[in-house]
């Protein structure tokens, strides 16, 4: 079975994250998993922080030789901004006097309910844990979760498709959201240019103004199988781990597969997939002219690709901060802040790969089983076998 965790504080020593349940024998790639990590970094919008941080995984266990052991693998990131914090931040008790305290919570952020929950009497140790910084941890361990699916041939990928009033018109291809993947340099990870450009001049402008932005990014997965996940039980539908994986992103508000939405507010006719039998391509012959359903029916893949939107709020920390309350006299004043980004959609969508990719992995383990590669393959080849008998 797999599972994970995470550990760690924006500001604290580092980030660690664990997964345990991966078969033995995969090869580990670093550059493959320190790019994933970088490309969590980019995107326009992003704060000061990310001038100081170059993330990497520092793998601890699990992984011997260049191949994952079926033991718990353990990944450590370094925060690099620790440096500055360890006085104000120590694990030890430290010095009262140079504890930085968030005086007043900011609407939108975990502040007020997460002091209130744990008793604390300002908002400091809530924004450590709740801030977004704890998503690279996810992409380290989403990471290895790519390169098992890769080894099905299976990949995911994410691209921006609104940033705060600009949204992409067109549909947009696999292969179109796959060469975003070679770029160098990421301003909103959208795939059609002039869009981009406008989506630049909007976060442009609430740079100006000291606002922050929002968006939607679409995370798509490629090749899947049909039969992962079930319509058995409630918890093992495939649409409803996918949707809990990417609403547990920090600023996710809401999850939407393949056309959801827009299908709840059109007839069956519009909104079906019609089934044919004319592939040469895929698993089995069955073809669809369209993907309205997001690769799932039933809370099984279908086959088609795996269409996961994310619709994120902006960001809470605004540098005009809203009106809140003194969490020490109780008297009316500003939202506290904190240097911030203001814009993360394509970051977000990384992060929600990474999330779909340890979605997808733990399924098909749960249907392909296997303690070692070579019994997972052999098992998935089987399989696939059946697939093409059918
Ligand atoms: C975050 C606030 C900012 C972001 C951070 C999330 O950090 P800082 O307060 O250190 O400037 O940069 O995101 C990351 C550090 C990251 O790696 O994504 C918040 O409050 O959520």
């Known amino acids: 079975m797999l599972r994970y965790f995470t550990a760690g504080e924006s500001h604290g020593e580092a980030l660690v994250a664990f997964l345990s349940g991966l078969p033995a024998g995969l090869k580990v790639d670093q550059p493959f998993i320190d790019r994933e990590l970088w490309r969590r970094q980019q995107g326009y919008g992003r704060g000061g922080r990310m001038k100081i941080e170059r993330d990497s995984a520092h793998i601890l266990s699990g992984v011997h030789h260049g191949k ?189 597969i393949g056309s959801g939405v827009a299908a709840a507010f059109s007839p069956g006719s519009k909104v079906h997939d019609e089934i044919g039998y004319t592939s040469t391509s895929g698993f089995t012959a069955f073809s669809r002219a369209r993907n309205n359903a997001g690769g799932i029916e039933g809370g099984v893949s279908n086959g088609e690709e795996i269409r996961v939107r994310g619709y994120l709020k902006p960001i809470s920390t605004l540098r005009r901060p809203l009106q809140s309350v003194d969490f020490a006299t109780r008297e009316p004043v500003k939202a506290a802040y904190e240097r911030s980004d203001v814009c993360v959609v394509p970051a977000a969508g990384v992060a929600a790969e990474s999330m779909v990719a340890l979605t997808l992995a733990r399924c098909a383990l749960e249907k392909f089983g296997g303690d070692s590669m070579t019994e997972s393959l052999r098992n998935f080849e089987g399989y696939r076998q059946q697939l093409k008998n059918y």
């Open 68 to 256: 994952t052991i079926g033991s718990p693998i353990a990944v450590q990131l370094e925060n690099r901004d620790w440096k500055n914090w360890q006085e104000s931040l120590p694990v030890s008790e430290g010095d009262p006097a140079k504890h930085k305290r968030v005086a007043s919570p900011r609407p939108g952020h975990a502040d007020l309910a997460g002091a209130l929950k744990y008793n604390f009497s300002e908002a400091r140790y809530v924004l450590e844990r709740a801030s977004a910084r704890e998503s690279a941890a996810r992409v380290a361990i989403g990471a290895l979760a790519k390169l098992f699916l890769r080894e099905l041939g299976i990949e995911v990928l994410s691209h921006v498709i609104t940033t705060g009033s600009v949204t992409v018109q067109t549909e947009i291809s696999w292969d179109q959201i796959r060469s975003l993947y070679d770029h160098e340099e990421v301003l909103l990870n959208c795939a059609d240019p002039e869009a981009e450009q406008r989506m630049k001049e909007e976060v442009d402008k609430v740079l100006k103004t000291g606002d922050s932005l929002g968006g939607v990014f679409e995370v798509v997965a490629h090749q899947v199988p049909p039969g992962l996940g079930t319509y058995a039980q409630w918890d093992e539908r495939l649409d409803a781990l996918l949707a809990a994986a990417v609403m547990s992103l920090q600023a996710v508000k809401a999850v939407e």
